[in-house]
């Protein structure tokens, strides 16, 4: 698997390491019910088929948090992005 480093070019997937869904928040420790909260942010997650957003790291190259467009059933990436990048309140670096 190839990923497309906007920084580096197309580098091996090797050079990465995968830390998870980039589409999470964070809960508010200020919420009513933050134990909740906290426990379904960090143990219940969703396993999708399909395109989906995922966070690398490009340790063997920029050393930067990327958003990595990826198809869950065939693996093919259509895009990525620097995490930094993302829309206020998605996960950045």
């Not at 942010?41 to 050393?63: K, S, T």
Request: glycine share 6%; charged share 25%.
């Amino acid at each position: 698997m190839r990923i497309p480093c906007p920084y580096c070019g197309h580098r091996d997937a090797h050079e990465f390491s995968y830390l998870g869904d980039a589409t999470l928040t964070r809960p508010d420790p200020e919420t009513a019910d933050p134990q909740e909260a906290f426990f379904q942010y960090v143990y219940l997650r969703e396993n999708p088929a399909g395109p989906h957003e995922e966070l690398w790291y490009h340790a063997a190259g920029c050393r930067q948090w990327l958003v990595v467009e990826r198809d869950t059933r065939t693996h093919a990436i259509s895009g990525a992005r620097f995490a930094r990048a993302s829309k206020a309140g998605e996960v950045t670096s």
